[in-house]
């Protein structure tokens, strides 16, 4: 997996080329692979606004303030808060995620969200997976 941080990215997502075709290589349903694409931009942009990847999530507070400081967004404030919002939510999905490693979010990497991934889709996760408040 590329963890540099100058590895040619995707457009201006968080994610590497490298990264994407990974998860794209991963097999799973094309609604398993959208949650996971979803899991791997957020936690990528959290710790692009913690500027580290590793430990807990950046609060609510420092996200909106990155938020607020994206030129794309920089002028929309509604939008701004939805993002903030959404931000948050997988924020706390990758949380549930993390726990369940005895590990922090942050400390989270592709492998970890891929692995999950793939245990969501096994026969016996979906009772599991309606218990545990990860959605799409």
């Known amino acids: ?25 991963s097999q799973l349903p094309p609604r398993e692979l959208h ?10 942009t959290l ?3 913690a500027g580290r990847r590793a430990g807990p999530v950046p609060d609510t507070s420092t996200i909106a303030l990155w938020a607020a400081d994206q030129p794309a967004i920089a002028a929309d404030q509604a939008f701004q808060a939805h993002f903030t919002a959404q931000l948050r939510q997988l924020a706390d999905q990758l949380g549930v995620i993390a726990g369940a490693r005895g590990m ?3 400390d989270l990497d592709l492998n970890d969200l891929r ?6 889709t096994a026969p016996a996760a979906t009772t599991q997976r309606q218990d545990n408040g990860i959605s799409a």
């Open 104 to 106: 922090q979010a942050l």
């Open 115 to 120: 692995a999950w991934a793939l245990a969501e």
């Open 35 to 44: 949650r996971l694409r979803l899991l791997a931009h957020g936690l990528r």
């Open 47 to 49: 710790q692009q606004i």
């Open 1 to 25: 997996m590329s963890t540099s941080a100058d590895a040619p990215h995707a457009g201006d997502g968080p994610l590497s080329i490298a990264e994407l075709a990974e998860l794209e290589a």
